[in-house]
């Protein structure tokens, strides 16, 4: 991900994304409700019905990559919020209270739609949220999947969604619209194909392409999904991808090993990480959280086939599933160590973590590392500490 | 046994309830199934056949805990799983955590993986009381953990042994409600620390012998509390998720403060209702759940928290409010600046004290606690 090495499609997402926010703040203008909802979310539904859907974590994490998040943590901790909480939280409730807002105006909610397939936290900020914007709040609830699927859980998210079909049916005043619904779950079926091959290339030896350059381009996964717009993009980046391939440009300059990375990058130092690793010719290729955008629906079963896509999501399963899982990814990609980020945002993400390193090393045998750190918040990134770690796995490579 | 007695019985078990629940497993034979917070539906272990018992955290140890949990999860889980680790929780046969927050969440898998149990479960209530969807859940959740009881002790439960269980539940709420009240009309014969000890033993006692005991103390407390002393007390109400630590209540007492309500796990919230003994059983179970008292885990749309703790503190004419908060407890503090701003639209003032498990200086919890009294009894 290095400057010269960026991709010409970069230019096509800054567009596109400083589109996204210009819709949100145009249809704030035209009465078009504006939804908050989270990354995990079935945003087809609410796509499918004209609402526009904002993402207040996708805030969070620019306040992160902008390095201002802890300026906006401190107005939310001087109400009583602290910084043990997830920073995008943090960042969303400060710019509630903040007279500065140093990534622009978090966009005002018009009612909030809420998953927590991903996590407590997003339904704790949301009632929050709820509460400062006077907005209705709705929450889908996900009962973790501790085994294998169940009808019971399965059959308790459809009802969640046709409760909130009626909800949002009151808010529109208007029928729901399936035939719309068909629509959009084949743009993102699309879009989200696209999104996978391209990931798929990083397993390439050398690849064109890696985590950090994913980290880079997914915003429109997340926020754009559904829409045509993420079907053109992801397919230009897919054309600028094997173009690279044909041409022998590849992710950096010298590959020489493959990781796997563990989970949400440290937003304000994604460029600090993507030139350590690319200067031991390491390679991060894959990592559970670039990878969760992989739906696929089924039109013939719009609902039950949502409830399948976002219940099962990996932050909805347990311990033993998660460790396999990141196993799979480290087998098709070939990597030759990984490393987990114990993110002191996300506890989800980051309990368990000590456990599964073991696991993982004795299962696969390859060299692994645990990092603390946030992935907003500098005040808790210590590079010294960091970079020795890494350094030491750097050495059990070679 | 006259009231001093009795009091000291239920402290001492509380000190000792290692021992106490080592020895009924040897005297009865019987299995006890560990669970952590309270939402878990106690009635369902007990019509099994088992002994529910509630596991409370402790306040060493904790060091044996970083190799598997980062030292930023709150303090509660972390000391109940440091129990595990350190082999003091050897007597039990099975564990159920219910998934309230992020941190039940995940450590279920950490805890199965560290220190497996014959019988582990989750107890994977719904976070949303609102809609109908969570009673159908809920009652197939509830329908769930039967099944793996029964699987765990290898017969059907049926539904009389279900409302067996629910019944004594309901007498045991009773008479702890009943000593609430005595408690509120006369602190000084029974004090808030004794009050709350109480309720702790209820969590780590079989329902049998706890309810003998709370009977007599009744009688007892009856006989001693004539008079009332309660118009001379500061009248508080505690909101967070568990009393800890204990000694708070002792700074109370000293403080000449009377704890008439609170939203707390192990406190009010715990004995607040009853399960309805008619119809179907895990109906009334999922029923009694859905409409408990709003905690941080899930606050409800129609009966949101700081209301209820607004409407709690006006109808007890309470003078003041402590948030007793756990570091790292996530949930309390996304509800605190809300739950605060309530209070200070209705002018009473609020104290919020931030303790763990093994980690809270007593000096200056007695100090502030004091401060926070003279500060609102001065206001009578
Ligand atoms: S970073 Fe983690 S805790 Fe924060 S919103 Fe995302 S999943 Fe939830």
């Given at each position: 991900m290095s400057k010269k090495n960026a991709f010409k499609t970069t230019g096509l997402m800054k567009e596109l994304m400083a589109n996204y926010y210009a819709k949100g703040v145009e249809a704030k203008k035209n009465g078009i409700p504006v939804a908050w909802v989270t990354a995990?979310?079935?945003?087809e539904l609410l796509y499918a019905a004209g609402l526009f859907p904002y993402y207040p974590e996708n805030f969070g994490a620019m306040a992160g990559a902008r390095k201002v998040a802890n300026q906006l943590s401190e107005v939310a901790e001087t109400k009583?919020?602290?910084?043990?909480?997830c920073a995008y939280a943090r960042c969303g409730i400060g710019d509630a209270y903040a007279d500065e807002h140093p990534v622009g105006k978090i966009i005002k909610p018009d009612l909030l739609l809420c998953c927590n397939t991903q996590c407590g936290s997003l339904p704790k900020w949301f009632e929050a949220a709820g509460r400062f914007y006077n907005a209705p709040y709705f929450l889908l609830d996900s009962p973790q999947i501790v085994e294998q699927p169940d009808q019971l859980c399965k059959q308790y998210f459809v009802d969640q969604l046709k409760e909130m079909v009626s909800f949002i049916e009151e808010i529109t005043g208007k029928p729901y619209d399936y035939d719309r619904l068909s629509e959009v779950l084949a743009l993102s079926n699309e879009a989200c194909r696209l999104w996978n091959e391209i990931l798929d290339?990083?397993?390439?030896?050398?690849?064109?392409?890696g985590f950090f350059d994913a980290c880079f381009h997914m915003a429109p996964i997340v926020t754009?999904?559904?829409?045509?717009e993420a079907v053109t993009y992801y397919r230009a980046l897919k054309d600028e991808v094997d173009e690279r391939l044909n041409k022998g440009?590849?992710?950096?300059?010298?590959?020489r090993y493959k990781i796997y990375f563990d989970h949400i990058p440290v937003w304000p130092k994604l460029r600090w990480f993507s030139d350590l690793f690319a200067n031991h010719g390491a390679l991060v290729v894959a990592s559970q959280y670039t990878h969760s955008w992989a739906y696929s629906f089924d039109l013939n079963r719009p609902l039950e086939s949502l409830a399948e896509n976002y219940t099962e999501q990996f932050v909805n399963r347990s311990f033993n599933y998660r460790i396999q899982l990141k196993i799979n990814f480290m087998e098709k990609y070939g990597v030759d160590g990984f490393v987990l980020f114990s993110n002191r945002s996300c506890k989800p993400n980051a309990f368990g973590l000590y456990d599964k390193h073991k696991v993982i090393s004795q299962k696969t045998g390859l060299p692994g590392v645990v990092f603390d750190a946030d992935m907003s918040d500098?005040?808790?990134?210590?590079e010294n500490q960091v970079k020795t770690r890494l350094e030491t796995f750097f050495e059990q490579l070679s | 046994m006259i009231t001093s007695q009795l009091i000291s019985y239920f402290n001492e078990t509380i000190n000792d309830h290692d021992r106490f629940v080592e020895q009924w497993k040897r005297t009865s034979g019987g299995k006890v199934i560990g669970f952590l917070l309270?939402?878990?539906p106690e009635e369902l272990i007990h019509a099994a056949g088992f002994f529910p018992y509630g596991i409370?955290?402790?306040?060493?140890?904790?060091?044996?805990v970083d190799a598997h949990l980062q030292?930023?999860?709150?303090s509660l889980v972390r000391s109940s799983f440091a129990l595990a680790l350190q082999g003091?929780?050897?007597?039990?046969?099975g564990l159920i955590i219910p998934q309230t927050c992020d941190t039940t969440r995940m450590v279920s898998g950490i805890w199965k993986h560290a220190r497996p149990l014959p019988l582990m479960e989750n107890y994977?209530?719904?976070?949303?009381?609102?809609?109908p969807s969570a009673r159908t859940y809920l009652v197939g959740e509830l329908t769930r953990l039967k099944g793996r009881l029964e699987n765990y002790r290898g017969t059907v439960i049926t539904n009389d042994e279900i409302s067996k269980s629910i019944s004594l539940y309901n007498s045991n709420r009773k008479l702890l409600r009943r000593i609430f009240s005595l408690h509120e009309q006369n602190?000084?014969?029974?004090s808030n620390r004794n009050l709350y000890a109480l309720i702790r033993a209820a969590l780590i006692m079989p329902r049998e012998i706890l309810n003998d005991h709370l009977r007599q103390l009744v009688d007892a407390l009856q006989q001693d509390c004539q008079?009332?002393?309660?118009?001379?007390q500061t009248r508080l109400i505690i909101s967070g998720s568990v009393i800890e630590p204990l000694e708070i209540l002792d700074y109370i007492d000293q403080a000449g403060g009377?704890?008439?309500g609170d939203d707390l796990q192990n406190g009010w919230r715990y004995i607040e209702a009853d399960v309805r003994e008619s119809g179907d059983p895990l109906e009334a179970l999922a029923d009694y759940q859905i409409n408990r008292i709003p905690f941080a885990a899930y606050d409800t749309v129609s009966n949101p928290r700081r209301h209820f703790l607004v409407h709690l503190a006006s109808q007890k004419q309470a003078q003041g409010v402590i948030f007793l908060h756990l570091k790292y407890c996530e949930t309390e503090n996304y509800d605190y600046y809300d739950n605060m701003q309530a209070f200070n639209k209705i002018s009473i003032p609020t104290l919020r004290i931030e303790t763990e498990f093994g980690g809270s200086s007593m000096g200056q919890l007695s100090t502030r606690v004091q401060a926070f009294m003279e500060m609102v009894g001065g206001e009578v």
């Amino acid at each position: 991900m290095s400057k010269k090495n960026a991709f010409k499609t970069t230019g096509l997402m800054k567009e596109l994304m400083a589109n996204y926010y210009a819709k949100g703040v145009e249809a704030k203008k035209n009465g078009i409700p504006v939804a908050w909802v989270t990354a995990v979310f079935p945003v087809e539904l609410l796509y499918a019905a004209g609402l526009f859907p904002y993402y207040p974590e996708n805030f969070g994490a620019m306040a992160g990559a902008r390095k201002v998040a802890n300026q906006l943590s401190e107005v939310a901790e001087t109400k009583g919020y602290f910084n043990d909480l997830c920073a995008y939280a943090r960042c969303g409730i400060g710019d509630a209270y903040a007279d500065e807002h140093p990534v622009g105006k978090i966009i005002k909610p018009d009612l909030l739609l809420c998953c927590n397939t991903q996590c407590g936290s997003l339904p704790k900020w949301f009632e929050a949220a709820g509460r400062f914007y006077n907005a209705p709040y709705f929450l889908l609830d996900s009962p973790q999947i501790v085994e294998q699927p169940d009808q019971l859980c399965k059959q308790y998210f459809v009802d969640q969604l046709k409760e909130m079909v009626s909800f949002i049916e009151e808010i529109t005043g208007k029928p729901y619209d399936y035939d719309r619904l068909s629509e959009v779950l084949a743009l993102s079926n699309e879009a989200c194909r696209l999104w996978n091959e391209i990931l798929d290339s990083a397993a390439l030896k050398p690849a064109p392409f890696g985590f950090f350059d994913a980290c880079f381009h997914m915003a429109p996964i997340v926020t754009w999904r559904g829409t045509p717009e993420a079907v053109t993009y992801y397919r230009a980046l897919k054309d600028e991808v094997d173009e690279r391939l044909n041409k022998g440009v590849y992710a950096i300059p010298d590959e020489r090993y493959k990781i796997y990375f563990d989970h949400i990058p440290v937003w304000p130092k994604l460029r600090w990480f993507s030139d350590l690793f690319a200067n031991h010719g390491a390679l991060v290729v894959a990592s559970q959280y670039t990878h969760s955008w992989a739906y696929s629906f089924d039109l013939n079963r719009p609902l039950e086939s949502l409830a399948e896509n976002y219940t099962e999501q990996f932050v909805n399963r347990s311990f033993n599933y998660r460790i396999q899982l990141k196993i799979n990814f480290m087998e098709k990609y070939g990597v030759d160590g990984f490393v987990l980020f114990s993110n002191r945002s996300c506890k989800p993400n980051a309990f368990g973590l000590y456990d599964k390193h073991k696991v993982i090393s004795q299962k696969t045998g390859l060299p692994g590392v645990v990092f603390d750190a946030d992935m907003s918040d500098l005040r808790f990134f210590s590079e010294n500490q960091v970079k020795t770690r890494l350094e030491t796995f750097f050495e059990q490579l070679s | 046994m006259i009231t001093s007695q009795l009091i000291s019985y239920f402290n001492e078990t509380i000190n000792d309830h290692d021992r106490f629940v080592e020895q009924w497993k040897r005297t009865s034979g019987g299995k006890v199934i560990g669970f952590l917070l309270t939402d878990v539906p106690e009635e369902l272990i007990h019509a099994a056949g088992f002994f529910p018992y509630g596991i409370c955290g402790s306040n060493v140890g904790q060091e044996r805990v970083d190799a598997h949990l980062q030292n930023w999860a709150c303090s509660l889980v972390r000391s109940s799983f440091a129990l595990a680790l350190q082999g003091r929780l050897d007597f039990l046969d099975g564990l159920i955590i219910p998934q309230t927050c992020d941190t039940t969440r995940m450590v279920s898998g950490i805890w199965k993986h560290a220190r497996p149990l014959p019988l582990m479960e989750n107890y994977l209530l719904p976070r949303q009381v609102d809609r109908p969807s969570a009673r159908t859940y809920l009652v197939g959740e509830l329908t769930r953990l039967k099944g793996r009881l029964e699987n765990y002790r290898g017969t059907v439960i049926t539904n009389d042994e279900i409302s067996k269980s629910i019944s004594l539940y309901n007498s045991n709420r009773k008479l702890l409600r009943r000593i609430f009240s005595l408690h509120e009309q006369n602190p000084e014969c029974i004090s808030n620390r004794n009050l709350y000890a109480l309720i702790r033993a209820a969590l780590i006692m079989p329902r049998e012998i706890l309810n003998d005991h709370l009977r007599q103390l009744v009688d007892a407390l009856q006989q001693d509390c004539q008079s009332s002393s309660a118009a001379a007390q500061t009248r508080l109400i505690i909101s967070g998720s568990v009393i800890e630590p204990l000694e708070i209540l002792d700074y109370i007492d000293q403080a000449g403060g009377v704890v008439v309500g609170d939203d707390l796990q192990n406190g009010w919230r715990y004995i607040e209702a009853d399960v309805r003994e008619s119809g179907d059983p895990l109906e009334a179970l999922a029923d009694y759940q859905i409409n408990r008292i709003p905690f941080a885990a899930y606050d409800t749309v129609s009966n949101p928290r700081r209301h209820f703790l607004v409407h709690l503190a006006s109808q007890k004419q309470a003078q003041g409010v402590i948030f007793l908060h756990l570091k790292y407890c996530e949930t309390e503090n996304y509800d605190y600046y809300d739950n605060m701003q309530a209070f200070n639209k209705i002018s009473i003032p609020t104290l919020r004290i931030e303790t763990e498990f093994g980690g809270s200086s007593m000096g200056q919890l007695s100090t502030r606690v004091q401060a926070f009294m003279e500060m609102v009894g001065g206001e009578v």
